[in-house]
């Protein structure tokens, strides 16, 4: 079966713009496939290229050695197929929510009204109702997030990109955050990769973890299957016996490399 | 809450009272320094000599109320304040045309670097001769010395809230299909236009310093002309009266640009907003 996505040995590295001797190679080697349907989780420590992996996949970035594959096709230019959702705000701050929902069909050349209807739909199913036309400035945090899920689910893409979507939220909100992307993740089953550096967070979303090395040169060390039932509640999976078992086996395999990235951080 | 609406109000309203007392204070001061018999000389040995330096409010405000009255300020007024808008909305409109071509051509940008800067650092002042051979003695050449202070301004806010751009918001808009140009008037567009905005205030103001400079230099027509006029009699108030006035419609531009500003930015964050319904 072709993967929805296939990263085949990739390599990153990047070269200083003011001295070219500089370079730093952040992954090396790295090899991730991505099933039709799958929810896979990457967790590493920070610093250890999982963003890097995730612009390469979105064609953001192109690769220094290795293959891009989606649905068996080579990637040119950026994967139309996918919807980023960003760690850092993203949504336009000159749109109010309606019209940064819409945004992307708009860019598509879907009708101004159209858009707008399709959009205020999902706008509805997110929990954003009443909101319209509010600024991202005037939402919090949470309803921000659901804004860019909104923005990117709308154009109904194939392979959903998440960079450590919900670090910037408090735990409540982020948990709330957690079980609805997973509802809507439940409706058509998207592939999606979901990088994070909380493990809790990866176990009990994805159907698989994917660990990365600590960078440079970071690549995955650990593949787990995550064999816990659906439909998952996140809050409460997380004191089953079996999620406590699945979290000590990975956690052993990852504790040195947070070490080892630890050790870097303080030395600089 | 109510209670707190009143009180800022209440504030506010003590804080124009205060500015109002500060305006009449300033007036009397000036009223009572240069009026010939109310003081005795304390600095000029001549009684009239503070006046002649100064002007005399009364006298001042007079003259101002005959412009106005005689209708004869109309055609200088008209004649300063269309050199002054045509040098802002021309220098503005080239300063965000150029300032987005350059921010989004590098190559363009390194090889005109060094021009512009050199443009830039000149006293734009000195090209007032050129303009009036280029130009004649009419509100052309006034208006070719108010862009060229103006259009850098712009250019350089709109060059730099270009560069500015969110790279993620640019990255997010691109993932959701936008092509160079939507990326373009989606995105570069009202990111730079809040630079653009910010510098208004600072145009408008340069914008009167070319149409009056340029009058002073060589007219027929304008505030500016009628001050110099008078500066030749040694009337000083109708100097000053030609001063307040310019400062008045300075500042009735600054709150039409300040207006604008607030209804097409509404998007961005004012410090302390609160909900409103």
Redesign the interface.
Known sequence: MTSALALESIDCTFISREDASQRYTAVRGATLRVAEGEFVSVVGPTGCGKSTLLNVA?G?LQPSAGSVQVFGKALAG???R???M?Q?????????TIENVA??LE??GVGREEAAGRAGDWLKRVGLAGFESR????LSGGMRKRAALA??LI?NPQILLMDEPFSALDIQTRQLMENELLELWGMDRKSVVFITHDLEEAISLSDRVVVLSAGPESHPIGDYPIDLPRPRDVAEIRLEPRFIEIHAKIWHAMKEEVLKAYVRQQRQ | MSGNRDNSEKSRARLRVYQGLLFALLFIAWYVLTSPTLLPPIYFSEPNQAAFFFGEPLKVFERLWRWFVSGEIYEHLWVTLIETLLAFLIGTVFGVIIGLWLALAPMASAILDPYIKAINAMPRVVLAPIFFVWFGLGIASKVALGVTLVFFIVFFNVYQGVKEV?P??L?????????PR?LLR??YV??A?SWVFASLHNSVGLAFVGAVVGEYLGSAKGVGYLILQAEGFFDMNTVVAGILLLTAFALILDWAVGIAEKRLM????RTS?TERS
């Open positions: 979105a953001l950026i994967n139309s996918a919807g980023y960003f850092a705000e993203a949504l336009m701050p000159w749109r109010n945004a992307g860019f598509r600024f991202p400035h005037q923005q990117i154009l | 969110s993620v918001v990255a997010n808009a691109r993932m959701l299909g936008a092509s939507q989606h995105v009202p990111s236009m509404v998007w961005q964050p907003e």
